[in-house]
């Protein structure tokens, strides 16, 4: 990966690819914070080799799409076996999403899973005992509410980043 400072002009970019990133063009972000389509490009390239910018993924409503069971399984995994342990959980557990380390307590991993079913829950439950998590309780979610990184900001008036 590059390294790469983020000025004004790039957290302007940021907040509008959060924002709206499906439909949102380099046109229309560059009108939005005053440079050109060009420029907003080659900044979200740099962005993105230098790993700031990882995908862009849609927000699914995974209850409409057909899998009602959104659960968050709160685990402990040892320190030193953790990285091995959430490599292995993403490659071969089903249901899997997402995968969150914590600072080391009790509750050090959190394993996002998506189910259709009990049965299926029960095997990813299963399936992340198997490969050494210690499953201390599970929670299922109600509503997932997402809003964009305020400091990344709508402001548009600090014009300090050059094109």
Request: aromatic share 6%; with cysteine; net charge negative.
């Amino acid at each position: 990966m590059v390294s790469y400072e983020l000025d004004q002009r790039d957290r302007q970019i940021l907040h509008l690819l959060q924002t709206n990133a499906r439909s949102i063009s380099t046109e229309t972000i560059g009108e939005e914070i005053g440079i050109a389509a060009s420029t907003v490009r080659n900044r979200i390239n740099k962005m993105e080799d230098a790993g700031i910018i990882r995908g862009y993924h849609p927000e699914i409503d995974y209850n409409a799409a057909g899998h009602p069971l959104h659960y968050l399984f709160l685990c402990y995994a040892p320190a030193a076996e953790r990285d091995e342990i959430v490599r292995e959980v993403l490659e071969s557990v089903p249901g899997v999403v997402r995968v969150n380390e914590l600072i080391d307590s009790e509750i050090n991993v959190v394993v996002e899973v998506i189910a259709e079913d009990a049965e299926t829950l029960d095997r990813s439950n299963k399936g992340l005992k198997e490969r050494g998590l210690d499953v201390k309780r599970g929670e299922v979610y109600k509503k997932t509410h997402v809003q964009p990184y305020d400091h990344f900001g709508a402001d548009y008036d600090d014009t300090d980043g050059s094109a």
